[in-house]
Nanobody
Framework: QVQLVESGGGLVQPGGSLRLSCAASASMHSFNEMGWYRQAPGRLRELVAK???????YYADFVKGRFTISRDYGKNAFYLQLNSLRPEDTAVYYC??????????????????WGRGTQVTVSS
């Protein structure tokens, strides 16, 4: 069972920065997509940024130009740099990865992995 563990959340003032990390317990080469979601109180979980299967990056419109996703295969970790933070960025941030393919019996499989989340609070 693959585990993802987030770290780096905290309390920051508006305009400040944080760097979130997601450590994976297995090789990230087994992942198809990996990314970050967030969930604010009373709201649905929403996609923030991700690496697609082709290796390109996707950003939600509300974070374009402020957040940057990156990864380090050598450390089995991926990251989210959050800059120019706003109070509306306050949420629990979750890392996610999926693994899809065909097993040795030619049966398709798909696994979806989630971390437990790290709280980001933007407040003065």
């Amino acid at each position: 069972q693959v585990q993802l563990v987030e770290s780096g959340g905290g309390l920051v003032q508006p305009g400040g920065s944080l760097r979130l990390s997601c450590a994976a317990s297995a090789s990230m080469h087994s992942f198809n997509e990996m990314g970050w979601y967030r969930q604010a109180p009373g709201r649905l979980r929403e996609l923030v940024a991700k690496f697609t299967t082709s290796g390109s990056t996707y950003y939600a419109d509300f974070v374009k130009g402020r957040f940057t996703i990156s990864r380090d295969y050598g450390k089995n970790a991926f990251y989210l740099q959050l800059n120019s933070l706003r109070p509306e960025d306050t949420a629990v941030y979750y890392c996610n990865a999926d693994s899809r393919g065909v097993d040795q019996d030619l049966q398709p499989y798909e696994y979806d992995y989630w971390g437990r989340g790290t709280q980001v609070t933007v407040s003065s």
